[in-house]
T-cell receptor, first 114, second 111 residues
Framework: DSGVTQTPKHLITATGQRVTLRCSPR?????VYWYQQSLDQGLQFLIQ???????AKGNILERFSAQQFPDLHSELNLSSLELGDSALYFCASTLAGGPGETQYFGPGTRLLVL | DAKTTQPPSMDCAEGRAANLPCNHSTISGNEYVYWYRQIHSQGPQYIIH???NNETNEMASLIITEDRKSSTLILPHATLRDTAVYYCIVRGANTGNQFYFGTGTSLTVIP
């Protein structure tokens, strides 16, 4: 158990819909990362937040957005969903995001868009 | 964005040491080498990381060559539970301190 929690575990929805994925970092960690893992793309970094502020962006679509709240949990919002958005979405956390800090990953949310 | 090269797959006999190589010839002096593994569709699991020196923990050993252009992850006594995809990642200021996962090595431990 990494200490990072994600809800829900599974999500099934239809194209065009909007969903919200939730992540709670490890106790004491200030930085949260989101990743997408689809069959043909591997693990892709989406976005990083540190103490409520966006710190870095990766391959995140404009239809996707995220935020980190004062209690440090984070939400990833996916809108206008397409079939290709079906994937595993992982959240990870670190203390501050420095290069020598280990990222601990949550169990993921499996999204299926029909 | 991945800066590492790994063999796509390897087999290892149960109980033997598994040696997983990784090439990172363009690594910079301030970049770390990290190893993670992913079992089925679970979240990636941290194994070990290092900067210059060899490292060992309860899971594995990390051997980094003197020129830092390659490294080897050693699982001393592989078990069936070690069957997974293993990712070698270089991380530092040049990568925006982000993890860029490549395709990894699919390790199969054979009974």
């Amino acid at each position: 158990d990494s200490g990072v929690t994600q809800t829900p575990k599974h999500l099934i929805t239809a194209t065009g819909q909007r969903v919200t994925l939730r992540c709670s970092p490890r106790s004491g960690d200030l930085s949260v990362y989101w990743y997408q893992q689809s069959l043909d793309q591997g693990l892709q970094f989406l976005i990083q937040y540190y103490n409520g502020e966006e710190r870095a962006k990766g391959n995140i679509l404009e239809r996707f957005s995220a935020q980190q709240f004062p209690d440090l949990h984070s939400e990833l919002n996916l809108s206008s969903l397409e079939l290709g958005d079906s994937a595993l979405y992982f959240c990870a956390s670190t203390l501050a995001g420095g290069p020598g800090e280990t990222q601990y990953f949550g169990p993921g949310t499996r999204l299926l868009v029909l | 964005d991945a800066k590492t090269t790994q063999p796509p797959s390897m087999d290892c006999a149960e109980g033997r040491a598994a040696n997983l190589p990784c090439n990172h010839s363009t690594i910079s002096g301030n970049e770390y080498v990290y190893w993670y593994r992913q079992i089925h569709s679970q979240g990636p699991q941290y194994i070990i990381h290092g900067l210059k020196n060899n490292e060992t923990n309860e899971m594995a050993s990390l051997i980094i060559t003197e020129d830092r252009k390659s490294s080897t992850l050693i699982l001393p006594h592989a078990t069936l539970r070690d069957t997974a995809v293993y990712y070698c990642i270089v991380r530092g200021a040049n990568t925006g301190n982000q993890f860029y996962f490549g395709t990894g090595t699919s390790l199969t431990v054979i009974p």
